[in-house]
C-alpha cells in the first residue's frame, strides 16, 4: 500500500508544477484550479493518496511542450533564446556541405569610375591641388585669419606687429608647410639659419621666417563673430564642435566627392590625426600605430587609398538609429544618391553587424567583414561547432537568408560576415605548418572566399594612411584645429597625386612618384602670383614637349631645382646665365633639369662631350650649346665648353 505524502510535500509539488508554464494560458489557470482542488482533497482524512496529484509524466504530451525550467521557476537562458530564435536549431556546416552563391546586386554608379577631368588637358600638380585647396577657398581663409587678428587687436591682445595676408602669400606660406613635410626638420626655425650646416636656400627665397611663424600663429579657418555665436551655444541643442572646422573641412569633402568617381570596392575604417591636446574629442586607441588623436571614420577606395568620404567622432553620444556609432558612421559615410548601387563594403569588426549588413542588403549595396564572436546577432548553435582544437583550415558556416555567417581555424579562430560570398568554392592559402617528425614546411589550406576578399580589399584605409605617414605635414601647435587643418593638406596633396597618377596611366606615361609630385608642387606653389610672360609660357610649352630650355630663360625656381639637381652653388649657376645670356652661345641641358631622379639625371639623354672626344676620351655630359648643338663638358676640373669655343674663335680669327 502506497504511502500518502505529507501536506509540505504536496505543495511543493504544487510549486514546481506552477513554473511549469505552458503557452495556453487559459490551459495554466485550468492546471492550476485542478491541483488546488486535488491538493484540498488530500488534505481530508479520507484522501485517496499521493497519486492524483503527482505531475503530469515527462513522457506525456503535456510535459513535451513545456521548455526546461530552472530551479527557481524560470526558463533558461538556452531555451528563451531557441524560443526567440528559431534558426538555432539549425547546425554549423562543414567544407562538405554545397552553399549557394547570393545574388549580386549589378554595379551601377552615378558616373563613370575614374578621374572626372577632362583627359585631353594637361594638368600640373598645381592645378590639381588647387581643385582641393581652390583660390576662394584660400581667399576665405585669408579674411577669416585677417579678421581673428583684428578681433584679437580689439580685445589687446598681442598680434607680433601684423600685416594682412593675401591669396599669393598663403599660397606660398602652403608652399613651405608642404616643404616640411618633405624635410622634417629638427626645429622648423633651422630652415632659416645662416649656418653652413642649415643651408637651406628655398624657404628664405619663399618668405620670411618671422613672417612664416606669424601666419601659422594666426591661421584661422572660420568667421571669428560666427565662433563666438557658436560658443554661447555650448552645452545647448544647436552647438557644433567642429564649427571651427567647417569652411575648409565642407570645401575638401565636396572636391573629394567631385573629382573623383571611387570603382566597386570600398573600405571604412578609423583614421588617427596625431595630438595631445586637451580636449574632449580626443581618443586612445591602443592597437593603433597612432595612439592619442582625433578619430575620423574614413570611407577610401581599396583599389588607389583615395579619400572619399571621412567624418569627425565627436564623443559618445546617444545613437540616433539605436543600432550603435559602428552602425551610423557607415551609414552616413555612403551617400547612395551620389554613388549609386551595386558597391562592395569592407569593414572590421567594429562596424560589422547583422543590423548593417541587412540594411546594406536593403540598398543594394554588397558587405564583408569580419565579426567579434560575442555579438548577439552572432550565430551560437553548438551543433557541429568549430572545436576548440581545430586543425588549421577547418571551416564551418551558417547561411540566414542572404546573411553568411563564416568561422575559419587559422593561427586563430576567425570570424566573418558576408552578404556577396559563398561559403567555400576550393580556394586555399600556403601556411607553415609542423610535420610529425618535428620539421616545418609549406602546405595548402583550405580558405573561406570571405577571407580571400577581405585580406585583398580591406586596405583601402590603410593605404591612404602610409601614403599620408611618407611626407606628412603635422607639427606641434597649440590649438586643436591645426592639427587638422594641416591633416587636410595631407588629403588634399595624396589625392592629387592618386589624380595625376591614374591621368598619367591613362595617357600611357609614367606618372611622377609621390616625393617628385610634392617637390613640384612646392616649387609652383612659391611661384604662385608671379605674371607669367609670353617667354615663360614658351619654356612651359617646351619643357612639356621634353626639348632643352637656356639657362637664361629658366625662372628663378627652375633654377634652384636644376643647381640642387646638378650640386652647384645657385649663385654660379646665375652667374653662369647671365654670362652665356640670349646672344652668342649659351650652354642648355641635355635632360630636363626638373628630374630629381639620381638614377635618371645620371643616364637619361647624357651624351659624349666632343671637346673630349677630340682628345681620344670618353666623358659623357648633360650639358650643350645651345646655339651650337654640340655636346660640352662643364665641371670643375674639365671646363670643356669655353676650351671648345676658344678655339673655334681662334680657328675663325684672320
Known amino acids: 500500500m502506497e504511502k500518502c505524502m505529507t501536506l509540505s510535500e504536496l505543495w511543493k509539488e504544487i510549486l514546481r508544477s506552477e513554473s511549469e ?3 495556453d494560458e487559459g490551459s495554466d489557470a485550468e ?11 488530500a ?38 533564446r531557441r524560443a526567440r530564435n528559431p534558426e538555432s536549431e539549425e547546425g554549423w556546416r562543414g567544407t562538405n556541405d554545397e552553399d549557394e552563391k547570393p545574388h549580386q546586386f549589378p554595379f551601377c554608379p552615378q558616373r563613370t569610375p575614374g578621374v572626372q577631368l577632362d583627359d585631353q588637358r594637361d594638368y600640373s600638380p598645381l592645378d590639381l591641388f588647387q581643385l582641393f585647396f581652390s583660390k576662394e577657398a584660400v581667399e576665405i581663409l585669408c579674411q577669416n585669419t585677417n579678421r581673428h587678428v583684428e578681433r584679437r587687436r580689439l580685445q589687446g591682445l598681442p598680434t607680433k606687429t601684423w600685416t594682412e595676408v593675401d591669396t599669393d602669400e598663403m599660397f606660398k606660406y602652403l608652399s613651405l608647410v608642404i616643404y616640411l613635410g618633405l624635410l622634417k626638420p629638427a626645429a622648423y626655425r633651422d ?39 557658436n560658443d554661447q551655444l555650448k552645452g545647448q541643442e544647436g552647438y557644433d564642435a567642429l564649427f571651427r572646422l567647417k569652411p575648409l573641412q565642407d570645401q575638401i569633402l565636396t572636391a573629394c566627392r567631385a573629382y573623383y568617381h571611387p570603382n566597386q570596392n570600398l573600405a571604412i575604417d578609423e583614421r588617427m590625426v596625431a595630438t595631445r591636446a586637451r580636449h574632449s574629442m580626443m581618443q586612445f586607441m591602443k592597437d593603433k600605430p597612432t595612439k592619442w588623436g582625433f578619430k575620423l571614420f574614413v570611407l577610401a577606395e581599396s583599389k588607389t587609398g583615395y579619400t572619399c568620404e571621412f567624418s569627425m567622432y565627436q564623443g559618445k553620444s546617444v545613437s540616433p538609429s539605436g543600432n550603435g556609432s559602428g552602425y551610423d558612421a557607415v551609414v552616413n559615410l555612403l551617400r547612395v544618391p551620389f554613388l549609386g548601387t551595386g558597391y562592395r563594403v569592407f569593414v572590421d569588426n567594429f562596424y560589422t553587424s547583422t543590423a548593417l549588413f541587412r540594411h546594406l542588403h536593403q540598398i543594394q549595396y554588397g558587405a564583408c567583414g569580419t565579426m567579434r564572436e560575442n555579438l548577439s546577432c552572432f550565430p551560437k548553435n553548438e551543433v557541429n561547432a568549430l572545436p576548440k582544437r ?16 563564416v568561422k575559419w581555424k587559422d593561427s586563430r579562430d576567425v570570424c566573418l560576415c558576408s552578404t556577396i560570398h559563398k ?18 614546411s609549406g602546405h595548402a589550406v583550405p580558405v573561406p572566399d570571405a577571407v580571400l576578399d577581405y585580406n585583398k580589399y580591406m586596405g583601402g584605409v590603410d593605404l591612404s594612411d602610409a601614403l599620408i605617414k611618407y611626407y606628412n605635414v603635422n607639427r606641434k601647435s597649440m590649438r586643436w584645429y591645426m592639427k587638422l587643418f594641416f591633416h587636410f593638406v595631407d588629403i588634399a596633396v595624396v589625392n592629387s597625386h592618386i589624380i595625376h597618377k591614374e591621368l598619367a596611366l591613362e595617357k600611357g606615361q609614367k606618372p611622377m612618384t609621390q616625393k617628385v609630385f610634392r617637390e613640384t608642387l612646392c616649387l609652383q606653389l612659391s611661384d604662385y602670383g608671379k605674371k607669367t610672360t609670353e617667354s615663360e609660357g614658351e619654356i612651359a610649352r617646351a619643357q612639356s614637349r621634353g626639348m632643352a630650355v637656356p639657362l637664361w630663360k629658366m625662372p628663378a625656381s627652375q633654377k634652384m631645382a636644376a643647381a640642387q639637381a646638378w650640386k652647384m652653388p645657385v649663385a654660379q649657376l646665375q652667374e653662369m646665365a647671365v654670362e652665356t645670356g640670349p646672344e652668342g652661345c649659351f650652354p642648355v641641358t641635355v635632360v630636363d633639369p626638373t628630374i630629381t631622379s639620381v638614377r635618371e639625371r645620371a643616364t637619361k639623354g647624357r651624351k659624349y662631350c666632343i671637346s673630349c672626344h677630340s682628345q681620344k676620351k670618353r666623358n659623357k655630359t648633360i650639358y650643350k650649346c645651345g646655339s651650337c648643338d654640340v655636346p660640352l663638358c662643364i665641371v670643375v676640373d674639365r671646363i670643356c665648353f669655353t676650351a671648345w669655343h676658344d678655339l673655334k674663335n681662334h680657328h675663325k680669327a684672320p
Open 21 to 23: 508554464k505552458e503557452s
Open 31 to 41: 492546471n492550476i484550479v485542478v491541483v488546488r482542488d486535488r491538493v484540498e482533497d
Open 43 to 80: 488534505s481530508r482524512p479520507d484522501s485517496p493518496g499521493p497519486s492524483a496529484v503527482l505531475p503530469p509524466s515527462p513522457q506525456s504530451p503535456a510535459a513535451a511542450d513545456q521548455p526546461p525550467a530552472m530551479s527557481d521557476g524560470s526558463q533558461s537562458p538556452h531555451a528563451k
Open 191 to 229: 630652415l632659416w639659419r645662416k649656418h653652413r650646416l642649415h643651408a637651406h636656400p628655398f624657404p628664405s627665397s619663399v618668405m620670411p621666417g618671422y613672417r612664416f611663424e606669424a601666419i601659422c600663429a594666426f591661421l584661422h579657418m572660420s568667421d571669428p563673430t560666427e565662433d563666438v555665436v
Open 390 to 405: 581545430a586543425s588549421r583550415g577547418d571551416i564551418r558556416w551558417i547561411r540566414r537568408g542572404p546573411l553568411l555567417y
Open 423 to 440: 561559403a567555400y568554392s576550393g580556394q586555399s592559402v600556403q601556411r607553415r605548418l609542423k610535420n610529425p617528425d618535428g620539421t616545418w
